[in-house]
């Protein structure tokens, strides 16, 4: 149970700190977390309006923090 916890406060310490609104954290490490994701994955999974996932998706592109392949937003390497 601690390397559980220890591995997902590491996780969190590796935030970028571009990431500013709860919403924008709870994308990016749904992302990171799946590896990728459709805007209608996102928000089925996140219960989020997609309109809202679209305008945090387009924050975390501009940011160069995730970019699209195809119909679905992946972590940029």
Do not use: C, F, H, W
Not at 7 to 32: F, G, H
Not at 44 to 61: A, E, F, H, T
């Amino acid at each position: 149970m601690l390397t559980e916890n220890a591995q997902a406060t590491d996780r969190i310490d590796r935030l970028p700190t571009e990431l500013d609104s709860a919403q924008s954290k709870l994308v990016y490490l749904t992302l990171e977390a799946t590896g990728g994701a459709t805007v209608t994955d996102l928000s089925d999974g996140l219960n989020m309006r997609k309109l809202s996932i679209l305008s945090v998706l387009s924050s975390l592109s501009s940011a160069g923090l995730i970019e699209r392949t195809g119909s679905a937003y992946v972590p940029a390497n």
